[in-house]
C-alpha cells in the first residue's frame, strides 16, 4: 500500500473544481492506497471524503510565500509519502521526494503579467 498526498490547499477556487472531482473520482476507484489531502484550514469541511483510506488535513501555507517553502517541506518531509501531486506549480524548491506537479495553464510562458512578482514568473 502506497501512501499519496494531494496538495489540495487551491480545492475551494475555480480551479480547484479539477481538484474536488479528482479526489471524489480516485476514492471510488482507489481502495489500495493510502491518500492525505492537504487543505487550508478554512477548507477542511469543504471536501469530506466517503473512502476510509481518505483522510484530510490542515496546511496552512500561503502560496508562493516563505513558509510555503520551509513549513510545507518540512510537513512533507514528516508525512513520508511515496508521491506527492501538487495541483498546482507552487511547492517547494527543495522537495526532494517523488512528485507529480498538474500545470492547468501555460500562457504565462508566452504572455507577462505586470501584476504577478516579476521573479517568480521568470
Wanted: aromatic share 12%; proline share 5%; charged share 20%.
Amino acid at each position: 500500500m502506497k501512501h499519496i498526498v494531494i496538495d489540495a490547499r487551491i480545492i475551494n477556487s475555480s480551479t480547484g473544481t479539477y481538484v474536488e472531482r479528482l479526489l471524489s473520482n480516485l476514492e471510488k476507484i482507489d481502495n489500495n492506497n493510502q491518500y492525505t489531502i492537504l487543505v487550508p484550514t478554512k477548507d477542511l469541511n469543504y471536501w469530506q471524503p466517503t473512502n476510509p483510506n481518505f483522510k484530510v488535513i490542515a496546511a496552512d501555507f500561503a502560496n508562493y510565500s516563505l513558509s510555503e517553502q520551509i513549513r510545507l517541506k518540512k510537513l512533507l518531509d514528516q508525512i513520508k509519502p511515496d508521491l506527492v501531486h501538487f495541483c498546482m506549480p507552487q511547492q517547494p524548491v527543495f522537495y526532494k521526494g517523488n512528485h507529480v506537479t498538474t500545470f492547468h495553464d501555460l500562457t504565462l510562458l508566452k504572455t507577462y503579467n505586470s501584476d504577478k512578482n516579476w521573479l517568480i514568473y521568470h
